[in-house]
């Protein structure tokens, strides 16, 4: 991730990268079934995921996992009684018309398997161009881009909703413009960075790592995402983390304990000027008072500090990241379904008509 290059060549470079490690990437995700190819050509090229309903499928390519079966799992964490119910009502009922509408009949541009994906500049040439490709290749799915928000993907947006998609919000993410040392920051982040410096853990990156680490970290990161969050969240393994570090994608740091067991294990990944974490992982077992998650979201902004990038976390611990002085902004994700048949495109329009009048006003007012 440490580059100079101009972000459409780095870009490019990432591209070719994760096309080459596609076969060992998508092996590496016990819970997802999906077919990565690409549209466009040379140096133009962005990745697609290619999906055919196939059941019980992680969220980064299902639209049905993540508006209905998703969905009522959050519900169910969300402890208020008066609206769970209705709610997880609704959103099994809508879960079974979308699956009848077979909504995972999709293929999703720019989508690198990761919670959260990253986008290069704009050029709505090459959009245009994309969209058109897919459509002319996949004529019987409906075309989606997620991970859009009107604060770093503005253009994005506006240049899809120009183009005939259909905007349906997904969550609320949180965003940092800047993390800058030398200057006044949250007492929570100033305390988090000072961490790194008084934690009794050893920090290393994964080039120092054996099989036995790379394995330690799948553990570490089910333990947290798929134990403790949920079993809908990509179940990435040892495999995955090894190919993306070996491809330049995924850039991982370990923290060791006296033993040299790793205790903690983040992941990063960047694209232009902004990077995400979709890789975090501790032993949920140790004490709170250790701090692991708080040093791995530390070295986060460690990085983003010392990179001058901007960062974009998922959705979760929403007070955590803004007592740190996360910005929340509404994701959201484009589909275009003009193409195809009449009830296809009806289920679209209600769930984007259900999401904009129901999803977004909870998620705004409850902070989710």
């Known amino acids: 991730m440490h580059t100079a290059m101009r972000p459409e060549d780095e870009f490019t470079e990432k591209v070719a990268a994760f096309l080459e490690a596609a076969p060992a990437s998508t092996a590496g995700i016990a819970n997802l079934a999906t077919r990565v190819d690409c549209v466009g050509h040379g140096d133009r090229r962005i990745p697609v995921s290619v999906n055919f309903s196939e059941p019980d499928n992680a969220w ?10 998703y969905a009522v799992e959050e519900l169910r964490r969300w402890g208020h009684p008066w609206l769970t119910g209705p709610l997880s009502l609704l959103c099994q009922t809508l879960g079974a018309y979308l699956g ?14 990761l919670s959260t994906n990253l986008y290069p500049p704009l050029e709505t ?47 609320q993410v949180y965003l940092y413009d800047c993390i800058d040392r030398s200057a006044r920051m949250p ?5 988090d960075l000072q961490l790194l410096d008084s934690t009794g853990l050893v920090r290393n990156a994964a080039a120092d790592w054996s099989a036995a680490d790379f394995g330690r970290a799948e553990r570490l990161y089910w333990q947290l995402y798929l134990h403790k969050y949920s079993r ?63 040093l791995l979201m530390a070295t986060v902004y460690e990085q983003a ?4 990038r901007r960062i974009n976390l998922s959705a979760g611990a929403a007070h955590f990241k803004r ?3 996360g910005v929340a902004a509404l994701e959201y994700s484009a589909v275009y379904t003009r ?7 009806r289920a679209i329009e209600v769930l984007s008509l259900l999401t904009r009048r129901i999803g977004e006003p909870c998620m705004r007012y409850f902070e989710l």
Request: glycine letters at 10%; proline letters at 5%.
């Open 100 to 113: 009848r509408a077979r909504l995972d009949d999709c293929v999703a541009l720019n989508n690198w398997l």
């Open 305 to 308: 500090a010392c990179l001058g």
């Open 60 to 69: 980064v390519c299902s639209p049905h996992t993540t508006y209905a079966r």
């Open 187 to 191: 007492q929570n982040l100033r305390r």
């Open 323 to 325: 007592l740190r002085g």
């Open 232 to 294: 809908l969240n990509p179940a990435y393994t040892a495999g995955f983390l090894r190919a993306w570090h070996d491809a330049g994608l995924l850039e991982l740091f370990g923290y060791r304990d006296a033993m040299g067991t790793l205790q903690g294990v983040v992941g990063l990944f960047g694209i232009g000027d902004t990077i995400t974490a979709p890789i975090v992982g501790y032993a949920t077992e140790r004490p709170t008072k250790e701090g692991l998650y708080r």
């Open 339 to 345: 193409h195809l048949p009449g009830p296809r495109r």
């Open 125 to 171: 040439k090459m959009l245009r161009g994309w969209v058109t490709e897919a459509l002319d290749r996949w004529p019987r799915h409906a075309l989606w881009v997620r991970s859009l928000n009107r604060r770093y993907t503005a253009q994005w947006l506006e240049a899809l909703v120009d183009a005939g998609f259909t905007l349906i919000p997904s969550r």
